[in-house]
């Protein structure tokens, strides 16, 4: 019997990490040892053994960028610009959503980025209790940001506010340290200064992180610099949000002044190059500006709408190539930094105590095939990891030294695709009645 979802001890024998072999033992939620030939010491002690067979040993994959519940809207709305996607298609199709569909649709994004190797996510969305029901059930982490939009009016802004405490209120009466809390500004053009002021103090006052978008494109650097005389970062400087505690999705058009100014507040840049190559941004992320200025660079997916999917393993290769390409350098964002990138700093900017394989750190790990195809040869399985492999070559995911899957396998699987599909129809069902009813 596979002890899924709880936390165990458990001895891995065999692994490959570093180009080792290698044994790990976890108990308590963390990696107690790493090392070749561990396992006489640790036998005894282990209530479960996984004999990898040679399968790489990594450190869980942390997505710091997602909106979960939009898996639900995978593939309704593709090949449009940014705005007219979202007030066109997006919004309004949101505006039908319930703690249901967001309850549903967590699950299912769960589950797909369980499959791929994730084991924490950074989430804004809306109904995000719901969320952390799907969360809570599938042994993730995650940071929860009720996704604060207030249009620049009062009315909305207090409704909001409201909505973020509660939010706070709940995750804290859960009582599960795998879930956080952060203030979800959605963005500069849709939170006014006084939204942005009251997140950026709400945060701080209680230790949290702060989630936003930041200068996904062209269209908002212009806008914010005409209506204010300032760049986007600079403005969301005044009002507090850059901190060591925000995570920034996108990032695409900063200028240098603005990547120093994320490296001095040590405020972390979420890349989503797949969202950003669909929807045509235009621009990659400054990756070696912002690494050079000390901010830390992670890797996130996006929402399914834009992405479309969860993977990690596919957003690694999107990310080293698409920095490659765009400035001619090969040896930019080198394979290594890739897998760094998608645990390790996001681990960090998330503080989830995981992202690195040595003692003491969190039970967050992964195992991936040995024998898949993507691994032959093995000259260098960090090589294939970014170059080769999708999410499917993953074979196990331990979370807080808990399995959530062990050879592919993840209990309930086929209860999920069913709800979520029953889920995503009808949200669908209930947008096009509306669109019947306005003609
Ligand atoms: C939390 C809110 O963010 C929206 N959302 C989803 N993807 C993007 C994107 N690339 N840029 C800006 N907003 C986005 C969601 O549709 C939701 O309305
Ligand atoms: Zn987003």
Known sequence: MIPYNKRTSILIKGATHNCRKTDIFIDDGKIQAVGEGIRSEFKSSAD??????????????????????????????????????????????????????????????????????????????????????????????????????????????????????????????????????????????????EGLTWCAEYATENDAGIHIHLSETQQEVDDCVKNNGITPAAHLDKYGILTERTVAAHCCYLDDSECELLGKRKTAASHNPASNMKLAGGRAIPYSALKNAGAPVCLGTDGCASNNNLDLFEEMKIAALLQKFTTGDPTILPAAEAIDIASRTGAEALRTGGGTIAPGFAADIILVDRNAICQAPFHNPISNIVYACGGNAVRSVICDGAILMHDREIPGEDAILAGAEAAATSLVARREEEIRNQS
């Open 48 to 193: 479960f053994e996984i004999d990898a067979g040679g399968d790489v040993l990594l450190p869980g994959l942390v997505n710091t960028h997602t909106h979960a519940a939009m898996s639900l809207l995978r593939g309704y709305a593709d090949d449009m610009i940014l705005f007219e996607w979202l007030s066109q298609k997006i919004w309004p199709l949101e505006a039908h959503l319930n703690g249901d569909d967001v309850y549903w649709g967590t699950r299912l994004a769960c589950l797909e980025m369980i499959k791929s190797g994730t084991v924490a996510f950074n989430d804004m969305y809306f109904f995000m209790d719901r969320a952390a029901d799907a969360v809570e059930e599938a042994g993730m982490r995650a940071c929860l940001s009720h996704g604060f939009i207030d249009l620049f009016t009062e009315e909305k802004r207090e409704a909001e506010i409201k909505a973020t405490i509660n939010l706070h209120n709940h995750i804290k009466s859960r009582n599960n340290p795998k879930l956080t809390f952060a203030t979800g500004p959605h963005a500069l053009y849709t939170v006014s200064p």
